[in-house]
């Protein structure tokens, strides 16, 4: 699923945290994460348990992995809990 679209929509953080989603700050990209939406199919903690690590504090870390490592584990997730914002503007 892409990580950075809703139904055909760019996200914006607006539109993320109204929806329930928490923010998880990195320098080059946030990723946002929603329990509610999440169905624990682990992708995101097999794809790099480096970033996502259930049980640690927070646990999703943006600046553990470079910026399209991270694009490329959040668009495994397959119900749409994780999402991105990159802050290059692309
Ligand atoms: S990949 Fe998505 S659905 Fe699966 S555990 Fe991670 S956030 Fe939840």
């Known amino acids: 699923m892409d990580g950075s679209k809703i139904k055909d929509k760019p996200v914006t953080e607006e539109m ?3 929806q329930g989603y928490r923010k998880y700050l990195g320098e080059e ?3 946002y994460y ?7 199919i682990g992708n995101c903690v097999l794809g790099n348990p480096d970033v ?3 049980g640690r504090r927070p646990w999703i870390i943006a600046d553990n992995a470079g910026i399209e490592e991270n694009i490329r584990v959040i668009n495994t997730c397959p119900s749409g809990a994780l999402k991105y914002i990159r802050k290059d503007g692309k």
């Open 34 to 40: 929603s329990k509610d939406i999440c169905a624990h």
């Open 52 to 54: 996502f690590e259930v």
């Open 16 to 18: 993320l945290l109204a």
């Open 29 to 31: 990209l946030d990723i």
